[in-house]
């Protein structure tokens, strides 16, 4: 058994830059929903808003509504999205909310004209072959 190696996949504790693709296809929509290697729990959305991306948890943490689909408006030069299902707001850049909910943010960065996205899994703009049945 190895040890002291870093299994990339899956670890949580050791968040990794994930390639994600070119910054001027992922521009083309205001949001992205990226699968996660660890399941739909971990999706994130990939958000492109005023020049800028942004990445979040997918699922909103009141109850699990999908943030891809919701509104984005800007308050006092603070851009939030808005949950479609009770419309609980979250800033894109911190995932605070008014509410006092917390959605969870990744760091995203730019290389080389790609779009890479700091997380724990793998992440894949196409979903990831179900191997697990329950
Ligand atoms: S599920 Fe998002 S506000 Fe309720």
Known sequence: MASGSENEDGNREGASWR???PASELSKKRCRLMHSSLG???DVCLFYVKGEFFAMDARCSHSGGPLCEGDIEEADGVLQ????WHDYDFD???GKSGTSLQQQV???KQEDGNVYVKHASRLSLQ???VDQKS
């Open 106 to 108: 990744y760091e995203v």
């Open 81 to 84: 999205v808005f949950c479609p």
């Open 19 to 21: 390639l994600i693709g």
């Open 40 to 42: 739909h729990d971990s």
């Open 127 to 129: 979903p990831f072959p």
């Open 92 to 94: 894109l850049r911190t």
